[in-house]
């Protein structure tokens, strides 16, 4: 682990992450509260007319740099704005599954080229927070579709938004229908795997612990406050005052530590050598690539040795043959010859006698 | 001109008025429309201080199919206070805005709204009006999501079908998720959305006689949409008060208190003061636009131009009419006429033929008479010796 962390200081990590929602759900606030700058800027809302213009998604990438424990990080944001606020739909997870399987169609393209770039720039996104707006009630049938679809080409992490709308008990009552949900429809998500055999007893517990947190519930800010003396970042209300870092009020801080430094190393490992991979396999197998042995050029070689060999062979064999022949002919040849002479011999011995 | 003294009594009228309502009661019907999960059912448990409406069974969504249709809901119940009686019509609208793809997902709404003016007009027109059934939609809630940004495309349209055909009136529902600056700038924007796109929202009315009274209504009139957090669960304030409201780690929304949420207002707007005003404008305004339309398109009324042309239209069948009249009488005269010929020329046939017959007959006669005078002579001449 030292040793990995050593090569992780030099070289600089980096990971790309993906946010969806529909809009007003606290994306940019959480992703601003997350790298602790603000990474988007307040959009603005107030043009009315704009207000009724039924929008497509845009996929807009941000690139921030973070600090972590002396580890340096460089982290791509991508926000999509306009998914899910049409009157229609279903448009809009095509938009998002096109980005993501462009990014995976590149890296195949760039490992199939005959001299490779070691260099070349890997945008597939590692990891997607979907927000789920906080109805109180179970999921919502485009909540279901987009994780379904997404699920099997990119790591799904459901966070509840504005989670402070809800009070603790339909808090623990909604992160329940939302995994009866997510198990009905057999959604795929990130659940924190890890292996009996090979992990050890506390990054188990760990991730179980974590497991038992999803979806994650999420309150964001811009605002500071001082209380006691230290700088709290928070929402601040009539009745009283939310604080994004604590632990009781929300789950922000364990997601955030889950995202960037714990299992930063998993999600992309999983994105690479399992999501990934199921791409390529699909995407060859429908091109019609069918490879049952990867040297043929070489079996064709041997081939024509083999064939080269058996005409020389047969050529033999009909010379030999033809020897054969031949000297069987000088053999009889020769026994005519012998019998004529004996013949003759004969014959003069009987006019001598 | 009359004294102090001898007043007429017509400025009792009032309270017989008001005996009158008591004894007969009123009719209240509230429509709330907006997606699942908006906050709905608590806000009317909420404003009626009871369990209105059961709150949706989670446990059985996998059991129905899902059909992705709007369905409407009727819930009626009788609500009582200090022995004056309302017959109360709540109608939920399940399924809206719930989809992937929510287009016309208002029709069903929309179609609603005008089927019970229609009932009402029909209903009006029969001989026996004692007992109509009334559940013309007097107020319109319109659930707005607590984004904080603006009005979606959804919510624009579906406000400008309902503004036109019934009382609308905005919430912002579980207003306990946006702070008190987002808030303002929020509320802000909506009401620009609506004023750019021409949406037509409850405007309740605020003169009065009593200048108390003039500025409640003001400041009703000024918030909104209403920014609402409901709940029917007593709970306990860091200060010790017993409230309804909603109970977080940090502290307690509570529904009642202004400094939090408009609930009150919103109470004041649909129930203490001013439903008489959502009454006679469902009645005077919106029915009657209705009606009208109705009626016109049917062709019923007076200086229309399509009753003239439709008397225009009557002329000229009558004038076709005649003609055809006409042609009719005349074929059959020419036809008579013919039939006529026909038989005149077989009597003349018939009488000619007589004519022959006759004479052919005493011809004969004739000859007959000669060969008799010749018979005769021949046996006078004969006697020879």
Known sequence: ?353 | MSSPNDFIGIANLPNQRHKIVSRKGAHFTIMVVGESGAGKTTFINTLFAALMREYQNEDKRFQKQLERTVEIEIIRAEIEEKGFNVQLTIIDTPGFGDYVNNSDCWVPIVEFIDEQHLNYMKQERKANRRNIDDMRVHACLYFIQPTGHTLKPLDIEVMKQLGSRVNLIPVIAKADTITRADLTAFKNRILDCIKFHNINVFCPPIESDDEDTTRRNTAIANAMPYAVIGSEQDVVTPDGRRVKGRQYLWGVAEVENEEHCDFKKLRNLLIRTHMDSLISTTEEVHYEDYRANRLTKEGRTDDDPQVRARKLFDAKMKEEEEALRKRFTEQVRTEESKFRKWEQELIDERDRLNKDLEAEHSAVQALKAEIEALKSPVQSRSPRK
Not at chain 1, 4 to 30: D, E, P, Q
Not at chain 1, 188 to 210: A, R
Not at chain 1, 251 to 265: C, N, V
């Open chain 1, 1 to 353: 682990m030292a040793v990995i962390r050593r090569k992780n200081v030099k070289k600089g990590l980096s990971f790309t992450l993906m946010s969806v929602g529909a809009s007003g759900l606290g994306k940019s606030t959480f992703i601003n509260a997350l790298c602790e700058s603000a990474v988007f800027d307040k959009k603005d809302y107030s043009n009315p007319e704009q207000a009724a213009v039924e929008k497509t998604v845009e996929i807009t990438p941000i690139t921030v740099d973070l600090e972590e424990d002396g580890i340096k990080l460089s982290l791509t944001i991508i926000d999509t704005p306009g998914f899910g606020d049409n009157i229609n739909n279903e448009r809009c997870f095509n938009d998002i599954l096109n980005y993501i399987e462009a990014q995976y169609d590149y890296v195949v393209s760039e490992e199939s080229r005959i001299r490779r770039n070691p260099k070349y720039q890997d945008n597939r996104v590692h990891a997607c927070i979907y927000f789920i707006p906080p109805t109180g009630h179970a999921l919502r049938e485009l909540d279901i579709e987009f994780m379904r679809r997404l699920g099997s080409r990119v790591n799904v992490i459901p966070v509840i938004a504005k989670a402070d709308s809800l009070s603790p008990a339909e808090l623990v009552d909604f992160k329940k229908r939302v995994m009866e949900d997510i198990e009905y429809y057999k959604i795929p998500i990130y659940n924190f795997p890890y292996d009996d055999e090979i992990d050890d007893d506390e990054t188990i517990e760990e991730n179980n612990e974590l497991r038992a947190l999803l979806p994650f519930a999420v309150v964001g800010s811009d605002d500071e406050v001082i209380i006691n003396g230290r700088r709290v970042r928070c929402r601040q209300y009539p009745w009283g005052v939310v604080e994004i870092d604590n632990v009781k009020h929300c789950d922000f801080s364990k997601l955030r530590y889950m995202l960037l430094s714990s299992h930063l190393q998993d999600l992309k490992e999983i994105t690479h050598d399992i999501l990934y991979e199921q791409y390529r396999t699909e995407k060859l197998s429908r091109e019609g690539v069918v490879d049952l042995d990867s040297d043929l050029p070489e079996n064709r070689l041997k081939e024509e040795q083999l064939r080269r060999e058996e005409e020389r062979l047969r050529e033999r064999e009909l010379k030999v043959r033809a020897e054969l022949t031949a000297r069987q002919n000088e053999l009889l040849a020769k026994e005519e010859a012998l019998k004529n002479l004996e013949a003759k011999l004969s014959s003069q011995n009987n006019i001598n006698n």
